[in-house]
């Protein structure tokens, strides 16, 4: 399915990116994806795109970035959300939505870790009562930049079958789904570490949280979002009547999740 091989496989992070200016036009495009798409998972939230041009880098670096380092780039997306439950996966869905879109328009981009959210919104100069829920730096790729892309955890690593631990049977299952499955088994995340898993239904699949130790609470929700974001859009371009993720509760049967596993949310088939 194209979607998956030209766009969610084809991006990986740039840590190295060129002085060519982002257009104004592509920043309008952008912004457009971002008002006319419905990209979120929960309506209710309200949300707020920024751009940053060429000058943030300085201040932003005290507060953004790996161990204090913040990657230089020409321009910074910023996601500012109002607080509320589950906003942090709400906007790494956004953004994630952004940027796929920026890989379609030939950009390259690497989301920011954000370590303190009240001093990048100083630096960024902003005054306003929404938090700093996302911070992407992105560009044109350098052309000498020969970064590699990360490796991922395999589609078997990442996914069971009805139950947690239980191996998925792949005939069953991957027909319909393996295009969606391995997008998640794609997604960015903190360190690359993928904290998470998928347990596939006939119905449904269920995300949960693995447990880990190095990455924030912050950074594990917005992990998360981006996930949800991956199947949500490549199940999309398959089937438009794609059912939205729900953090409602699985009651209806027993996922057999060990104490330190998580239950994040599910989406109906
Ligand atoms: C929430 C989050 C925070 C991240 N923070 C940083 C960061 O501060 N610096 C950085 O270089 N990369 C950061 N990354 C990028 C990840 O390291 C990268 O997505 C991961 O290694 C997988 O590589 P890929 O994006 O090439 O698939 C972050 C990713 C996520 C999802």
Redo the contacts with the bound molecule.
């Keep these: 399915m194209e979607y998956y091989d030209d766009i969610v496989k084809k991006r ?2 740039c ?1 190295g990116f060129s002085d060519r200016k982002v257009e104004d036009s592509v920043l309008t495009e952008l912004l457009k994806y971002y008002e006319e798409d419905e990209s979120n998972l929960i309506d209710e939230i309200d949300t707020e795109l920024k751009f940053y041009i060429g000058t943030v880098w300085d201040e932003l670096k005290k507060s953004v ?2 161990n204090g380092f913040c ?1 230089k780039a020409p321009a910074y997306m910023v996601i500012y959300s109002d607080v509320a439950d589950h906003y942090l996966e709400n906007a790494g869905y956004i953004a994630q939505g952004l940027t796929l879109r920026m890989t379609e328009l030939g950009l390259a981009a ?4 954000i370590n303190d959210a009240d001093e990048a919104k100083k630096a960024l100069g902003e005054d306003t009562d929404k938090a700093v829920a996302c911070v992407v730096a992105f560009g044109y790729r350098d052309p000498g930049n020969k970064e590699k ?2 490796g991922k955890k395999s589609l078997d690593e990442m996914t069971d079958g009805f139950k947690f631990g239980q191996d998925i049977d792949t005939d069953l299952f991957y027909n319909d789904l393996e295009d969606g499955l391995r997008a998640i088994a794609h997604a ?5 570490l993928q904290p998470y898993r998928v347990i596939v239904d006939h119905d449904q699949i269920a995300l949960v949280g693995l447990p880990d130790d190095m990455t924030s609470e912050a ?1 594990r929700l ?2 998360y979002g ?1 996930v949800m974001f991956n199947f949500y859009v490549v199940m999309w371009a398959v089937r438009p009547d794609t059912p939205r993720w729900s953090f409602e509760p699985v009651t209806d049967r027993d996922l057999c999740l060990p104490a330190d596993v998580t239950y994040v949310a599910k989406c109906k088939l």
């Design positions: 990986n992070s840590r970035g790996y990657i690497c989301w920011q870790t892309p990360a960015q995340s903190f360190q690359n950074d917005l992990n981006i």
